[in-house]
């Protein structure tokens, strides 16, 4: 009698020799600043930056989010496949911070390349991208990467953290060629600085992969959650940029070359 060994089918697997599980914050449907057109978003809960301006402190606290298995996850996107790929869209792991979790995500990631079809894209802050493995990468077709100020005081009041590891995780992208698109938050009194603005712009257009800036302007949306978490949201006072201001922080990108929306 011979015996037939099968082999683990995903990195994760092979790397845990077990269902790769992760904690979920939820998942949905979107189309708009996730990735080319409709997306299925998976948000995971944990995140080591807290953000002033952040519309999702309910995914701060991985324990927070509900234990969720890889399969639970690619049988919920296998649903919206045809509608997902009719739109030209793809896959969008986001969070939360998904390389808090890079097993589970690069499980995600590769299920939802190789096994859906899918485009995929990354939504993170770089702060973790020392975590994101080559491999990850090779199953990112883009990467989301929010540079939440140029000023490294700014990016340490925004978001409690420093600014180093994702400028050094945006010139890795570089190296490796891997399609990018920034995202930068745009709050007066705190990162509209016309120095940060230009800043950004310099060193995002200086790295050759980026292929688009969404200017985002900042809002208060979230406000609610951090009033229900009992937490302090210092930017109520805080304007929403004018239309003129957004306009003004894209043409800087624009100058450089970049094409900002």
Request: aromatic content about 6%; proline content about 7%.
């Amino acid at each position: 009698m011979t015996s037939l060994t099968i082999g683990p089918a995903t990195p994760a697997a092979a790397a845990t020799h077990r269902p790769s599980e992760g904690s979920v914050h939820s998942w949905d449907l979107s189309t708009g600043v996730d990735g080319p057109g409709t997306r299925f978003v998976t948000f995971l809960s944990g995140c080591p930056l807290t953000c002033l301006y952040c519309h999702n402190p309910d995914t701060w606290k991985m324990r927070n989010g509900k234990r969720t298995s890889a399969d639970d996850v690619i049988a919920e996107a296998r649903k919206y496949v045809r509608f997902i790929a009719a739109s030209g869209g793809g896959a969008t792991l986001s969070g939360g911070e998904p390389l808090l979790q890079p097993v589970f995500t690069g499980e995600l990631l590769h299920r939802m390349k190789h096994e859906l079809g899918l485009h995929t894209a990354l939504d993170t802050s770089g702060f973790l991208g020392v975590r994101a493995t080559d491999a990850l990468l090779r199953d990112t077709d883009l990467v989301l990467l929010d540079i939440k100020s140029w000023d490294p005081d700014t990016y340490k009041k925004v978001t409690g953290r420093p600014l180093r590891p994702t400028l050094d995780f945006a010139r890795r992208l570089a190296d490796l060629g891997q399609e990018v698109h920034v995202r930068f938050v745009l709050v007066p009194g705190l990162t509209d600085d016309p120095a940060n603005v230009e800043g950004v712009a310099a060193f995002a257009a200086g790295l050759g992969n980026v292929s688009r800036v969404d200017v985002l302007p900042f809002h208060k949306l979230g406000e609610a959650k951090w009033q229900a978490l009992a937490k302090p949201f210092t930017l109520h006072d805080t304007p929403s940029p004018t239309p003129e201001q957004v306009a003004d922080a894209r043409e800087v990108f624009l100058s450089h070359g970049l094409h900002a929306v």
